[in-house]
Structures are given as C-alpha cells and as structure tokens.
C-alpha cells in the first residue's frame, strides 16, 4: 500500500493550506490514519489520527484548535486542514496508515507510508 501526499507548499505566517493523502489502488477506509511531521533536524512526530470511520481523532497539543483532520471514504482520502500556520509547522508532512486500528501508532510502528510533502512557513 503506497499512499500519496499533496497539497504542500510555501504559506506565510497566519495563512492555510490544506494537505491530502490517498491511493489509487487499494481502498484506505479499512485503516486508521495518521498525519507526521519531520522539521529540519528534528525527529518525527505525530500530529494527527483519523480512525477508520471518521469518528474519532486526535491532535497533538501543538496543532490542536488549529488543524482538523477529515476523511472523505468515497474519494479515498484524508485531509488535514492546517490553519493559522507558525513558522514552528515548516516541516515535511507525511500521512502512514495502520490496518491495527485508532488510535494511532508511534511513526516507527505505522505499517505504511507516503514519500511526503513540504510545508514551508515563511514570510
């Protein structure tokens, strides 16, 4: 299962932008799903989990009442809203899932991967 990014890019402070993660093969509705993030010279975080129907997710403390977590099973996708950006939030975003269920593993125990998309806050 290979999962694709997008939407990433180059926002000024205070700005949105909203990222998605799906595949074209295999449908994402049987796994939970988790958004990470690596800044520059830091270690991999988790930022969000989504489970498999929707109806429960999680932020970490940092992003939490600024980005949203969605998943729309008829497009096979998960979104992560990213609203009112820090300079902090430059980092490459990456979405993993796990067919093991909410909530969400530490990034080394996620089963699969995508390859990651940049986000970069500056002005």
């Known amino acids: 299962l290979q999962l694709v990014e997008s939407g990433g890019g180059l926002v000024q402070p205070g700005g949105s932008l909203r990222l998605s993660c799906t595949n074209s093969?295999?449908?994402?509705?049987?796994?939970?799903i988790g958004w990470y993030r690596r800044a520059p010279g830091k270690e991999r975080e988790g930022v969000s989990c989504i489970s498999s129907s929707g109806d429960n997710t999680n932020y970490a403390d940092s992003v939490k009442g600024r980005f949203t977590i969605s998943r729309d099973n008829t497009k096979n996708t998960v979104y992560l809203q990213m609203n009112s950006l820090k300079p902090e939030d430059t980092a490459v975003y990456y979405c993993a899932a796990d067919s093991r269920g909410y909530p969400c593993r530490d990034y080394w125990e996620m089963e699969y991967w995508g390859a990651g998309t940049l986000l970069s806050v500056s002005s």
């Open positions: 093969d295999f449908p994402l509705d049987v796994y939970a």
